[in-house]
């Protein structure tokens, strides 16, 4: 199918052009001034004065099949995903059976190209079983992931990753850390600061997500490995990160929306505020925000993690760690950092879109004679965030309520629907 998007503001080489999308045979045909006029083979969407980005990339999202299809699936969490506006979302391995060989890998390929409406690429584990003992079989699985990561686990064994970086930088891909030193979590799970001490919760410490990052980037310096770390919480990661770069060390990382426009005083006690990394002080946020000023953090990924109601309904302390956020993750930055004046919306499209696509070599441009992969939204709508609209099967967001601007009208993916309003 042909579509027209007439008198739209689209995102071409790094700026807003008021102009009109042509999308012929699933490509993008052509972006001009020229008048487009309706005709029996093109669709014409009245779209007029939205904003048309390039679709947005998820380098960390859990998409729970195989094996948990009971949280969510690859159609209910792509669907959500285009209803977020992203065309291409990497899934995390956590999973059943953990994609660390061939055989493992093979069920979760063909329910994606089954049930997929978006780009999904999928991580392989660092270790089998995500248990930290025995590298996975890399060789078997370097066609068809887009990096490597224990995701949920930090690899606790200094040789044991080191190991790792040396036989995945031989193929050329990332290593996606999680970071999390076990030894020092002492059976936290809230972040180990004002709100845990005011209600008597265990704290997880800044510590145990930085010292891991500390030991992967000594180990990245005398390894060489491509290295990124995932969803990162505490003003120490930022200076590391900040000083590593400036030593010339391969590293990228990312942060979540949470982690930017939340401190651990907004928490209430509800399983809907609990993920790990926990939401950390003001302090961090603020550190946070100053890393994606400066570009010390590359990207802002969602870490969606669905679960059921019944395992989000325990409170802080006995709920499941995890939330969703590929419904709220462009609304919500749009109105608090652009809106705000802190980042320009430009900025936002380099986090959500470009960095993750040069970085993780994933995702598609949106130029003439590219694949037809962009997401339109309606800035001046207003809205407040309601859970019972999400199409993601999870629901426990702590932005339940949050008054926004910034609607999802359109995402066409490979020129194809993947969501429509309405």
């Excluded at 009971?70 to 969490?77: A, F, H, L, N, R």
């Excluded at 089954?114 to 392989?124: D, E, L």
């Amino acid at each position: 199918m042909n579509y027209i998007l007439p008198n739209v503001n689209v995102f071409v080489q790094g700026r807003f052009v008021k102009s009109n999308v042509f999308v012929m045979d699933g490509l993008i045909s052509e972006i001009s001034t020229a008048k487009p006029s309706s005709t029996s083979q093109s669709i014409l969407f009245d779209l007029e004065d939205c904003f048309v980005f390039p679709g947005f990339i998820d380098v960390h999202v859990h998409l729970r099949e195989p094996g948990f299809f009971y949280k969510e699936t690859i159609e209910t969490g792509t669907k959500a995903a285009a209803h977020g506006g992203y065309t291409t979302v990497c899934a995390m391995p956590n999973l059943s059976p953990t994609p660390d060989s061939r055989e493992n890998l093979t069920p979760q390929l063909e329910i994606i190209k089954k049930n997929a409406c978006i780009n999904v690429h999928p991580y392989g584990t660092i270790t089998v079983g995500e248990k930290g003992l025995e590298l996975s079989k890399y060789d078997e699985l370097i066609e068809d992931v887009c990096a490597f990561s224990d995701d949920g686990r930090g690899v606790q064994s200094d040789e044991m990753m080191k190991e790792a970086m040396r036989s995945i930088s031989k193929y050329g891909k990332i290593i996606a850390a999680h970071c999390e030193d076990n030894t020092l979590l002492r059976g936290g799970y809230i972040h180990d600061g004002e709100y845990a001490a005011l209600h008597n919760h265990k704290g997880i410490c800044s510590e145990s997500e930085w010292k891991q990052v500390e030991r992967d980037l000594a180990l990245v310096k005398e390894t060489g490995c491509k290295y990124h770390v995932c969803h990162i919480s505490t003003k120490e990661t930022v200076d590391l990160i900040r000083k590593a770069k400036a030593e010339g060390i391969n590293v990228t990382c990312e942060t979540g929306p949470h982690y930017l426009v939340m401190n651990d005083m907004m928490l209430e006690e509800d399983g809907r505020f609990k993920m790990n990394p926990p939401i950390r002080s003001e302090a961090d946020r603020l550190a946070l925000i100053e890393g994606i000023k400066d570009g010390t953090i590359d990207m802002i990924a969602t870490d969606h993690a669905p679960h059921s109601a019944e395992e989000k309904s325990k409170g802080l302390a006995g709920s499941m760690m995890g939330i969703v956020g590929l419904e709220t993750a462009f609304p919500v930055l749009y109105t608090e950092l652009v809106q705000t004046r802190i980042i320009t919306l430009e900025k936002l499209v380099e986090l959500l879109h470009t960095n993750p696509r040069k970085r993780f070599g994933i995702g598609t441009p949106l130029e003439v004679g590219q694949s037809a992969d962009f997401t339109v939204f309606d800035l001046n709508k207003r809205y407040k965030i309601n859970p019972e609209d999400f199409l993601s099967m999870g629901k426990s967001t702590p932005f339940a309520g949050k008054v926004v601007y910034g609607r999802c009208e359109l995402t066409l993916c490979g020129g194809k629907i993947a969501y429509k309003r309405g």
